[in-house]
């Protein structure tokens, strides 16, 4: 992508900033110095990349030609040593210009609340939403970022009706929130004995973390109830009142939350999830708004929508919104799934730079 239009508006943006920032009138409101700031370092941040990047092709273009001549086998040996250094770091500093040339969303850097809950194919079902918790949470831990169980509801043979978790970190909500949608497996059950191949499905929301700025909450509003946690806990979880369940009667939404021993944290857990829920849906009213005016999207984040099929026999995964398919899919269920995060981000960085060219 050609990123030179919005590179040079943004050169010219940042003398601008320059001259705010050094303007003796600007010292006095505190709030616009903030903000100049914020908007100085984005800017050097873009000037910096696009310096990067026009480096790297540059060097690219150099070692390409002295492959070229042909004249020192030893001098072209190396100089395609750099090429394939240079090669792996153009696409890293490309990317990295786009995520920093968009005006930055507001919740991109948000923690992430993910409800993953098992959909048509009975006790199948349920394994793949076993399934894809553990794929999220190898995932994470190669990211370096942090899973914390928030409520489970246990299905048959090891799988899940139901699993809620919140993930800690760096830019998660930028990097997960594609993944919400309706994910289809293809692959003969364990209790499968002519070895037929069934479609089953699990339903996965992610959610970026509110804050308390973000949604009001009228404690009128809410209907607040505790019981004793249900489901394997061993001494301490199930022989107490720990369980919270909040209804938020305008809405109807119902939170439950069980996993901890302490009914003040499962509370505060469970209010945690109610805010992201209704932050959800005031984002999906601003969200509907603006796809009335753009001509294709990644995915509306409709939890309805067929996004992804895991097909095993072939040992195949296709998202269906960027028609990718890779044949690593024993790799991908082991949290490999950072090609298909990448491209669904770039994509949508692509469809955002082209909106910003109308």
Known sequence: ?????????????????????????SFSNNRKMGELGKEHARIKKIIELDAALKKAKVELEENQQIISANEDPELADMARAEVEGINARIPKLDFDLQCVILPPDPV???????????????????LFAADLYRMYTRFAETQGWKVESIDSSSATLGGYKEIIFAVTGPNIFQRLRFESGVHRVQRVPATEAQGRIH???ATV????EAEEVDVVINPSDLEISVCRSGGPGGQGVNTTDSAVQILHKPTGLIVRCQDGRSQLKNKEKAFGVLRSRLLELKLAEEQAKYA???????????????????????NRVTDHRINLTLYNLSQF?????????????SKDLEERLADMNK
């Open 292 to 314: 009335a005016h753009r001509k294709s999207q990644i995915g509306s984040g409709d939890r309805n929508e067929k996004i992804r099929t895991y097909n095993y026999p072939q």
């Open 199 to 201: 479609t089953s499905a």
């Open 108 to 126: 991109e850097d948000r923690n992430a609340i993910v409800e993953i809950r098992a959909g048509t194919g009975g006790d199948e079902a349920g």
């Open 333 to 345: 269920m082991e949290g490999d799934i950072d090609e298909m995060i990448n491209t669904l981000v």
């Open 205 to 208: 929301a992610v959610l970026p």
């Open 1 to 25: 992508m050609d990123l030179r239009v919005h590179v040079e508006r943004y050169r010219k943006r940042f003398a601008e900033v320059e001259r705010e920032l050094g303007d003796p009138s």
